[in-house]
């Protein structure tokens, strides 16, 4: 089955987005509040913090509508793809992925919760070295991954 074809089954794959900010009182307000302006809501978010720069990495309602708010507003952003797992049984969910990942050799990069949850159930965005194995072995596993328009209802 081709990507095209996948998508066209499952819908769009839940994209990440990277904001370099520079590391002053507010900068991270701005840019939630010129998204929220444009109806998009952040989703998830986490923060990666240096002396001089932030890195905020979040997921939105409306990935199209911030690239294109990005762009025209000339803000440098980096963007991926990642898997979004529910957590059924919640935290006692964790070693189970956990070990499916380490099982398959899957290398996790990051990973942070969302701020919604559709179902009633944690939510948990992960990147990894391998996306198309990390899918697969969670689905094999009985974990159900998200795809944006179950985010972005």
């Known amino acids: 089955m081709t990507t095209e074809t996948t998508e066209k089954l499952d819908g769009q794959a839940v994209r990440q987005y990277?904001?370099?900010?520079a590391n002053r009182v507010g900068a991270l307000m701005e840019v939630v509040k010129m998204l929220n302006e444009a109806k998009v809501v952040v989703l998830a978010l986490s923060i990666q913090d240096s002396s001089e720069t932030s890195i905020a990495r979040m997921?939105?309602?409306?990935?199209?509508?911030?690239?294109?708010?990005?762009?025209?507003?000339?803000i440098a952003?980096?963007?991926?793809?990642v898997a979004v797992a529910e957590l059924e049984e919640g935290a006692s969910d964790l070693p189970r992925l956990l070990a499916a990942l380490l099982e398959a050799e899957v290398n996790i990069l990051f990973s942070y919760t969302l701020l919604v949850r559709p179902r009633g159930r944690p939510l948990l965005a992960i990147h990894t070295d391998d996306l198309e194995c990390t899918t697969a072995v969670l689905k094999g596993r009985?974990?159900?991954?998200?795809?944006q328009n179950d985010l972005s209802r």
């Open 18 to 21: 990277s904001v370099f900010l």
């Open 59 to 74: 997921i939105v309602s409306d990935p199209d509508r911030l690239e294109e708010l990005f762009d025209r507003n000339d």
């Open 77 to 81: 952003y980096g963007a991926c793809e």
């Open 142 to 147: 009985g974990f159900r991954l998200l795809r």
